[in-house]
C-alpha cells in the first residue's frame, strides 16, 4: 500500500472512503453468507493487502448489521437456541477483538405464529441468549425479532406484526410490541388482537419468570 494514492490520505479520509465501502444497507444473513465460497460477502476491499486490512477489520464489524437466524424446523423445539449457537461459532471464529467491535447483533425467529405456546418457548429461549450475550459483549446492541400474525373477523385478510425485543431494554420492548397490536383495534381485526394480547400476556409473564431464573 506505500505507493497507493489511498496511502498519501490522511487517516480520517481513508476511514471515512471505507466506511462507505464496508457498510452495508442490508444485514449479513449468517449462516447464509458463511456458505459462500468467499466467506462473508463484500469484503474484498479487506483483502487487498495486510495494511489495508488491519485497518478496516473492526470498522466492517463495527458498521454492519449481523442476523443469525432460527431454522423453521428447529424453532419449536429445544434447538431453538441453534442460532445463539451460531453467534457463539462465528464470534469465535473472527476472534475476540472483532466480537468486541460487533454493534448489533439480532436473533431472528422467521415463523409469523410467534404468540402461541410452543414459540413462545421457543423466543423465550431466543431472549435469555441474547440477553447473555448482550452481557459478555456490552457495546453491542442484540434483539430477538419475529412476527405474530391473526386474521380479521371474517377470516379474509390476515395481519402480520413484526417485533423486536432489544436485549437491553426487554419491557419498553414488550410495552412498544403490545401497542402496535392495539394500533390495529377498529380495523376489522378485534377478535384476532384479543387472542394475540392474550398470549402476549403469557409471553410477558413466562418472560419475566424466565429472566428472574436466569439473572
Do not use: W
Amino acid at each position: 500500500m506505500d505507493n497507493s494514492p489511498l496511502a498519501r490520505l490522511p487517516p480520517e479520509l481513508r476511514n471515512d472512503i471505507y466506511e462507505l465501502a464496508l457498510t452495508h444497507d442490508r444485514p449479513y444473513i449468517i449462516p447464509t453468507e458463511q456458505r459462500r465460497r468467499s466467506g462473508l460477502s463484500g469484503r474484498g476491499l479487506m483483502r487487498t493487502c495486510r495494511t489495508v486490512r488491519a485497518e478496516t477489520t473492526l470498522l466492517f464489524y463495527a458498521s454492519n448489521d449481523f442476523v443469525f437466524k432460527c431454522d423453521s424446523y428447529y424453532s419449536l423445539g429445544p434447538k431453538s437456541h441453534k442460532c445463539v449457537k451460531e453467534f457463539q461459532a462465528f464470534a469465535g471464529t473472527i476472534g475476540e477483538a472483532n466480537a468486541a467491535a460487533l454493534r448489533s447483533v439480532s436473533f431472528s425467529d422467521e415463523s409469523i405464529t410467534c404468540l402461541v405456546e410452543a414459540r413462545r418457548k421457543a423466543v423465550i429461549r431466543l431472549v435469555l441468549g441474547a440477553v447473555k450475550e448482550a452481557n459478555n459483549l456490552s457495546r453491542c446492541n442484540f434483539a430477538v425479532t419475529g412476527y405474530t400474525s391473526f386474521f380479521d373477523d371474517d377470516f379474509d385478510k390476515c395481519r402480520v406484526i413484526r417485533f423486536e425485543l432489544d436485549a437491553k431494554d426487554i419491557v419498553g420492548s414488550l410495552l412498544r410490541f403490545r401497542r402496535e397490536i392495539e394500533a390495529e383495534r377498529g380495523r376489522g381485526y378485534d377478535a384476532g388482537i384479543a387472542s394475540e394480547l392474550r398470549d402476549l400476556g403469557y409471553l410477558e409473564k413466562e418472560l419475566s419468570e424466565a429472566l428472574e431464573v436466569n439473572t
